[in-house]
Nanobody
Framework: QVHLVESGGGLVQPGGSLRLSCAAS????????MDWYRQAPGKPRELVAR???????IYADSVKGRFTIARDNDKNTVTLQMNSLKPEDTAVYYC???????????????WGQGTQVTVSS
């Protein structure tokens, strides 16, 4: 079994910062890309940031320059540092990773349970 567990969400005022963390645990041979998605009420889930195994990153245009994704391959973790937060960043944030659980199986997509981020004064 593979699990992704997020932490770090909460309520913050506009202009503030939050740091989200996601830890992968269980039977893991290797992890390919690791991502953060978000879903606001009434909107589809969208990709916020992605980091590959060689630390290549992509960001949604709406968060460029404000959010930073990073990973620790030794600890199987991915973080999202969110600065200059805006009310429109309010959403449930989900960690996603493509993980190979053992050598006899391919990579599968795994999701965390989500963590709420609310930006409001």
């Amino acid at each position: 079994q593979v699990h992704l567990v997020e932490s770090g969400g909460g309520l913050v005022q506009p202009g503030g910062s939050l740091r989200l963390s996601c830890a992968a645990s269980g039977s893991i041979v290797s992890i390919d890309s690791m991502d953060w998605y978000r879903q606001a009420p009434g909107k589809p889930r969208e990709l916020v940031a992605r980091i590959t195994t060689v630390d290549s990153t992509i960001y949604a245009d709406s968060v460029k320059g404000r959010f930073t994704i990073a990973r620790d391959n030794d600890k199987n973790t991915v973080t999202l540092q969110m600065n200059s937060l805006k009310p429109e960043d309010t959403a449930v944030y989900y960690c996603h990773a493509d993980i190979r659980p053992d050598y006899s199986r391919p990579y599968y997509a795994y999701w965390g349970q989500g963590t709420q981020v609310t930006v409001s004064s």
